[in-house]
């Protein structure tokens, strides 16, 4: 089975500071994505990334940056928290492939910024 | 642009009965794919269906089915027999196209299935 961990199930932060989000995936994926859920918005991508050392910006980037490391990790970082960076957050991964290949998610953070 | 609508933030069913939760989507690519994911309370989302935009028949998984309407530019998620364990919430989402593994998500409905 696929599995996607993430770090933190539940994490509280102060505002300004810096917050790193963990996502691992042991399937080998290509494509790893961050994700925030907010309610009556759904999800929306912040960044993903489909090699190592690659990113890209998703819909709502800012206030935010990714690393890629390995091919493995990838990692959210909110460089100075603020209190509306409140949300759950979600990663996946997937296979570099077209048609009806899914993405696998991981459990979530529910990060509080106080 | 791409958009995905799902109108009904909240669905009651009774046990054993079906549900039909609404999926709009808009798009101006002629290849692209429908998927249906839950995500219980605990918050881990779960991958329920697909349909590729090319599909002729309408995909089906067990208790779920997927009413694909193309024309209409709808996918419609049906559950049959529900259960208590289906209360959750369910996202439709879409792929930009068929090159690519981006999704965009509606903003999800959340179903209450109740004895």
């Known amino acids: 089975d696929v599995k996607v961990t993430q770090s933190s199930r539940y994490l509280v932060k102060r505002t300004g500071e810096k917050v790193f989000l963990e996502c691992v995936q042991d399937?080998?994926?290509?494509?790893m994505f961050w994700y925030r859920q907010d309610p009556g918005l759904g999800l929306r991508l912040i960044y993903f990334?489909?090699?190592?050392?690659?990113?890209e910006k998703g819909d709502i980037p800012e206030g935010y940056s990714v690393s890629r490391e390995k091919k493995e990790r990838f990692s959210l970082i909110l460089e100075s928290a603020s209190t509306n960076q409140t949300s759950m957050y979600l990663c996946?991964?997937?296979?570099?492939?077209?048609?009806?290949?899914?993405?696998?998610f991981g459990p979530g953070t529910r990060l509080l910024v106080l | 642009a791409q958009k995905i609508t799902q109108t009904q933030p909240g669905m009651f069913v009774q046990e054993k009965e079906a549900v039909t939760l609404d999926c709009t989507y808009d798009?101006?690519?002629?290849?692209?794919?429908l998927f249906w994911y839950k995500q219980p309370s605990s918050g881990e989302m779960i991958f329920l269906i697909y349909?590729?935009?090319?599909?002729?028949q309408n995909a089906t998984e067990g208790r779920y089915s997927l009413n694909f309407q193309k024309a209409r530019k709808s996918a419609n998620l049906v559950i049959s027999a529900s259960q208590l364990g289906d209360s959750a919430m369910y996202f439709c989402?879409?792929?930009?196209?068929?090159?690519?593994?981006?999704?965009?998500f509606g903003t999800g409905t959340r179903l209450q299935v109740f004895p």
């Open positions: 996946a991964s997937s296979y570099l492939t077209s048609g009806g290949e899914t993405q696998y």
């Open positions: 399937m080998d994926h290509e494509n």
């Open positions: 990334s489909y090699d190592v050392k690659m990113k």
């Open positions: 798009t101006s690519d002629p290849s692209y794919g």
């Open positions: 349909q590729g935009s090319y599909d002729q």
């Open positions: 989402a879409m792929r930009e196209s068929y090159n690519t593994d981006k999704l965009i």
